[in-house]
């Protein structure tokens, strides 16, 4: 099995900062990519921030500035550092990894795998 597990959601002032990890672990064979979703309520889950293993990332334009994704790649680790947070920041954070796993096999399979999610508040 592969798990993600999330920390370092929480309530913070605007202006405040957090910083979001995500580790992985498991029968992982190589990544292809990890990132970071979030899902305010009633909108849609959309894409924060994204590294792909060549060291590409991509980040949702309303966050360029203010979030920072980075990767420990010896700890299967993703981090999400955001400064200068809003109140429209506020939603559930999730760690996403495009990855290959072992779990049916010897023969790496391509699978996305979720984070349980964490909130991030951004009120005063």
């Known amino acids: 099995q592969v798990q993600l597990v999330e920390s370092g959601g929480g309530l913070v002032q605007p202006g405040g900062s957090l910083r979001l990890s995500c580790a992985a672990s498991g029968s992982i064979f190589r990544f292809y990519a990890m990132g970071w979703y979030r899902q305010a309520p009633g909108k849609q889950r959309e894409l924060v921030a994204r590294i792909i293993s060549g060291g590409s990332i991509n980040y949702l334009d309303s966050v360029k500035g203010r979030f920072t994704i980075s990767r420990d790649n010896a700890k299967n680790t993703v981090y999400l550092q955001m400064n200068s947070l809003k109140p429209e920041d506020t939603a559930v954070y999730y760690c996403?990894?495009?990855?290959?796993?072992?779990?049916?096999?010897?023969?790496?399979?391509?699978?996305?795998?979720w984070g349980q999610g964490t909130q991030v508040t951004v009120s005063s």
């Open positions: 996403n990894a495009d990855l290959a796993d072992l779990v049916g096999g010897p023969l790496p399979r391509r699978k996305d795998y």
